[in-house]
Each structure stands twice: as structure tokens, then as C-alpha cells.
């Protein structure tokens, strides 16, 4: 990721602070763009370093696989339990499939992967793997108050006690396998080095300060 673009991924997702205090139906157009650039300056990344052929093919098998897991929810409620997709009905197909969070889920995979190859480029791959996995996890778990709330993607409720805490952790072990598997098919990049910073961990860590947010704003209310 090119600085100019990291400052533009940065400067977006800070806007998504203001929206912590309106309504989460309002400036829908937000969660578009913002999806929509972060995954495309992570396939633009993909084909920069790896080719198009590679990239295509990388960045198809992670955005199926988790489409695959929504898919899997919608119809059968597992892995991820009962969950009810909001958001526009324009950015759904069937009425029912969201497009946004498994393009999300390209994005923050991406995003993790490079950032861990960065800081820990001397890691094997299998190591690799399991520090973004841990990545990718802990920002989903970061970012559920943001999605569920503030944002309303899906209607979701980790907090309701009983059975819900099993279907939450069913839910996050998927995600941990998915994100440790599919870390592995990003193509080996033997001439990263962490310099001055790194880009793809700055945008990372402006969005889980956005997530942290409103964690502060919005979980006192849910406990």
C-alpha cells in the first residue's frame, strides 16, 4: 500500500468517528466507500506484488470462503448463530446475502497478513499464519460494537448470555481456522522489511481505534 493511499484509508476511517453520534442508518454511503476502498487497495496490492493472476485467485478463494460462512448462516444459522443481516437492501443479494462483510473480511485479512509479515518477517509460514489469524480475530472482536450498533450490519446479540456465549465462540474458532488457512495462500513476499512504519499497520490501527471508540461509547449501555 502506497502512502498516499494509506493517508486516504486513514483519513476515511477517522471520519467514521463522527458517525458514533447519529443514527446508524444515516450516511449509509460511508460504509460503502469505505469497505469498497479498503478491499480494493488490498486487491491492487495483492496484484502489485503477486501478480493479477495471483491476486485473482487469492483474493476469490477468501472472498468465497467467507461468503460461503454468511451463506451458511443465512440458511442453517451456523457457524455464526442467529444473525439477521440489516443494512440497505440494494447492497444485498436475494434480500438476504450482504455483500459488504465479506468484502470487509478480504480487507482486515489483508490488511492483518501484511502487517504481520511486516513486523515479523523473519517468521515461518505456519507462525506467520497464526499472528495473523490472532490479528484478524481480535479486530473482529474489536469491531463488533462498531458493526452491531453503531453501524447496524447485522442483529447479533454476543451478550445475551447462556447458549449465546457457545455460538460466540463457535463462531470466533471458525473464524480463527478461516483466517489461519486462508493467511496461507497470500503469496510469500521474501523482500518486505519494516522500515520508518508500515502502512497497511498504520490503517489497521486507525481502525481499531475507531472499533475501541466505540466500544467506549457504546458498551456501557449494552452491559
Known sequence: MKKGTAILSVILTLLGGFLLTRESSTYAWWDVVWVLLLAILSYIGLVTHAGLAKARACAGIVVVVFSAFIALTVFTGWPLGPIRFC???ALKLGNSFPLLPP?????????????????????????????????????????????????????????????????????????????FFLSRIYPEDTGLKLTRWSPEGVVLLTINMLFIAANILLLPRLL
Open 87 to 89: 443494512g440497505p437492501e
Open 103 to 179: 468484502l470487509l473480511a478480504f480487507a482486515l485479512l489483508s490488511l492483518c497478513q501484511k502487517t504481520a509479515a511486516q513486523i515479523f518477517s523473519s517468521a515461518g509460514r505456519n507462525a506467520l499464519a497464526i499472528i495473523t489469524a490472532g490479528f484478524f480475530c481480535l479486530t473482529l472482536a474489536n469491531g463488533l460494537v462498531f458493526l452491531c450498533k453503531a453501524r447496524l450490519w447485522w442483529l447479533w446479540n454476543p451478550w445475551g448470555g447462556g447458549s449465546t456465549y457457545f455460538q460466540v465462540a463457535m463462531a470466533f474458532v471458525m473464524l480463527a481456522l478461516a483466517g
